[in-house]
């Protein structure tokens, strides 16, 4: 949001809008007005969000979790400013030179709207994070389901996902292909996949874990010579990251300092989720003027940032949104990093207010 403080004590006003030719010498903080370098900050930051609203709900509509409270906390901004007495198309003709207002509490209004947004998307991106992890883990082992084998559910469906197994009700053993769009049979018998097994009338003897070579283990909580545990609660980690400076970007590319993240891959289908945006700045050249952003595993290439910043105006500051995920890493210690040139172009800045999370699923 804008640099202003956000905080105003003042004496009863107008509530008729004024619009005024802002004065270059001025430098009014009063939370009943938006200035020229506020209303080009607040489109700004209000574009980057609706990139991510783009990817935020691309993939809620993938994993079937809904997004309509984020939603609706994004749309909460055009309505505050429209409410207010900001014309409908604000977005598209601010910054317009002038300095709006009065309009009570304005400033004050859109704080809480922005701080709504950035709770809201914590929650949807939690909630797809953990959507994801269940249907990670919903092929790993076999199912008892409710439903009998001639009653068996359309295909494809996320809540049976490719590798699902199922034992019907009626004692059939059955798993969705490996394109997710069809049931195998898989085995016929009076008791399903697994017969009964009394412990109270058998003896077991010799049974430890490294008797154990194939199969699943179900346990609420899993413990490790060293001490530490692991249960469906840590499978989520993720990692906040800023550059560590101000980072001018030539034609070379280069490691933007900072912005990397040492990571422990604990198997190939660990996935990482990358989110946030990117402040930058061109101060010299042509506007418009394509850049490029990369994902970097070791110091290889890994993944290009999947759209091209362009700086519409030079000496503006302006935010991008950065998605993207890296999947398929071998197992071990490796580093991913966030690389950038300016594409044969004119040079720019990253700015150190960028932000970037790292969401590791595994």
């Keep these: ?30 939370v009943n007005y938006l200035t020229n370098s506020y209303k080009a900050a607040l489109m700004q930051q209000y574009a980057g969000e609706l990139a991510m609203k783009t990817s935020l709900d691309s993939l809620a509509a993938t994993w079937t979790v809904s997004s309509a409270a984020y939603d609706s906390s994004v749309a909460a901004i055009n309505a505050t400013l429209v409410n207010a007495g900001a014309p409908s198309n604000w977005a598209t003709i601010w910054p317009d030179g002038t300095t709006s207002g009065p309009w009570a509490g304005i400033q004050t209004a859109l704080s809480g709207d922005w701080a709504a947004i950035a709770t809201q998307r914590t929650t949807l991106q939690a909630a797809i994070s953990a959507t994801q992890a269940i249907v990670s883990s919903a092929s790993a082992q076999p199912h008892i389901v409710s439903w009998a084998y001639a009653s068996k559910p359309a295909l494809p469906s996320s809540s049976y996902p490719a590798g699902y197994y199922a034992i019907t009700s009626d004692f059939r053993t059955v798993q969705v292909n490996a394109a997710g769009t069809a049931w195998v049979d898989i085995l016929i018998s009076a008791k399903g996949l697994f017969g009964t097994l009394d412990a109270a009338t058998i003896s077991v003897i010799n049974l430890n874990a490294s008797n154990i070579a194939t199969g699943t283990l179900s346990a609420s909580m899993v413990l490790f010579p060293d001490g530490t545990q692991l249960s469906t609660a840590n499978r989520v980690t993720t990692a906040f990251k800023q550059p560590s400076a101000d980072t001018a970007v030539s034609a070379s590319t280069i490691v933007i300092p900072g912005w990397s993240w040492p990571v422990t891959v604990h198997s190939a289908n660990d996935v990482f989720n990358f989110f946030g945006a990117l402040t930058a700045e061109q101060t010299s050249g042509t506007t418009n003027s394509p850049v490029n952003f990369y994902f970097y595993v070791d110091g290889v290439f890994a993944n290009s940032y999947p759209c091209v910043p362009r700086f519409p105006t030079l000496s503006t500051w302006y935010v991008f949104p950065i998605s993207a995920t890296i999947a398929g890493l071998s197992t071990g210690a490796h580093t991913i990093a966030i690389y950038a040139n300016c594409n044969n172009s004119y040079p720019f800045t990253v700015k150190m207010e960028s932000r970037v999370t790292c969401q590791q699923i595994y």
């Excluded at 809008?17 to 270059?24: A, E, G, L, Q, R």
Aim: glycine share 6%; net charge negative.
């Design 1 to 30: 949001m804008p640099d202003s403080a956000w905080t105003e004590t003042g004496s009863s006003i107008s509530l008729v809008p004024v619009t005024s030719t802002i004065d270059p010498g001025s430098n009014s903080t009063n």
